[in-house]
């Protein structure tokens, strides 16, 4: 890239900039090289002593540029032996080492809330942060689909929420689903109007590539959460936050947010139960994954091992569902009976062959 003329007074940030486009750990310059690629790219001629100054310059005002030294004997005009110490090899040492700054590449990347303008927009101010050399092994990097979510308000729902919260401020906002077209529409009433949620909103998390809220609708006294990436025409209200530990469900506490997303496995919303269900030994691992190890495991066999968890009710009959044929519930007996209903009812779609045949055939 070629710069126009500058004046020498932007001499200093030119060569920080060229220090943050081509220097790390592997990569580093000599004062020589420095000006060279002054010259090149910024039309800047400067001698070696200026490019030292500088340099020494933008260590005292605390930028982290790290050299080497090596002593050169040379006569002076006396006749008399000397030694110069020559600085070279300067880098700029970075905030982020390539390893974190990929790590943190591949969480937008594979982060399903985000947009996909605003993905491939968060992946070039991270990679900014590095330099030219690790730029070009972001070209090898594979883009997420572009239909990751619709919603292009995410980003100003995230802020709006954040101050919420921050004012202990309830907030109200319209929510969206997909229907038969594939695209998102506001959810509605019976009566056709657009439905209308407020809520006290108390903290926000990631799950599984999602973003929700952890809030109360203020019609009831349970605990709710909803898709970020789903809300619009979010806006603040004046009316003070009302206090998590007077929920159901909270037992008289503040938020845990630890606890909370142990038993909210899949962010249902509802009751939180204690599980006891027998499991085949082979899915242990994802057990642990899902509940934690805070699970209780007793009356251990070969195969089988029963397992005791505290956890959302709704996200435990997700999990028996989605672990079917290798987890039977034991307790509690309505959740039990819950399963062997939607059991049944899912055999009896199967058996009706003569259905089956007729749908496979359309």
């Given at each position: 890239m070629m710069y126009t003329k500058q004046?020498?007074?932007l001499t200093i940030m030119n060569i920080l900039d060229i220090l943050k486009r081509y220097t790390d750990e592997n990569h580093r310059l000599s004062q020589k090289e420095i000006q060279e690629i002054l010259e090149r790219e910024y039309d800047m001629k400067l001698d070696r002593k200026a490019v030292k100054r500088n340099l020494m310059n933008l260590i005292e005002f605390g930028y982290d540029i790290n050299y080497s030294e090596s002593v050169r004997m040379f006569r002076d005009k006396d006749g008399n032996e000397q030694e110069n110490v020559i600085l070279s090899d300067f880098y700029l040492e970075r905030e982020f080492t390539d390893s974190e700054l990929r790590l943190l590449i591949d969480s937008v990347l594979f982060s399903n809330h985000i947009p996909y303008k605003q993905d491939k927009q968060l992946v070039e101010k991270l990679s900014s942060l590095s330099n030219i050399y690790f730029k070009s092994r972001v070209r090898h990097i594979a883009r997420m689909p572009e239909d990751k979510?619709?919603?292009?308000q995410l980003f100003y729902n995230i802020e709006l929420l954040d101050e919420a919260i921050t004012k202990s401020r309830r907030v109200k906002f319209r929510y969206l689903e997909y229907r038969s077209d594939k695209k998102l529409h506001k959810r509605r009433?019976?009566?056709g109007t657009v439905r209308e949620y407020e809520i006290n909103p108390y903290q926000l998390v990631a799950k599984?590539?999602?973003?929700?809220l952890i809030c109360n609708n203020v019609k009831y006294d349970t605990v709710s959460n909803y898709r970020v990436d789903r809300m619009t025409d979010m806006e603040i209200l004046p009316h003070k936050r009302r206090?998590?530990?007077?929920?159901?469900g909270s037992d008289g506490n503040q938020l845990d947010l630890n606890a909370y997303m142990e038993k909210h496995i899949y962010m249902f919303a509802g009751e939180n139960i204690r599980a006891v269900f027998r499991a085949e030994k082979f899915?242990?691992?994802d057990i642990i994954d899902m509940f934690g190890?805070?699970?209780?495991?007793?009356?251990?066999?070969d195969q089988q091992i029963t397992v005791t968890a505290d956890v959302n009710e709704l996200a435990m009959e997700q999990f028996a569902k989605a672990y079917t044929p290798y987890i039977e519930i034991i307790k509690p007996v309505?959740?039990?009976?819950r399963m062997i209903h939607n059991l049944s009812a899912g055999l009896e779609k199967y058996k009706d062959r003569g259905d089956n045949q007729d749908r496979l055939s359309i």
């Open positions: 004046p020498k007074k979510t619709d919603n292009k009433h019976s009566d599984e590539g999602k973003y929700y206090a998590f530990n007077t929920l159901i899915i242990l691992s190890k805070d699970v209780k495991f007793s009356d251990e066999s309505a959740l039990r009976e």
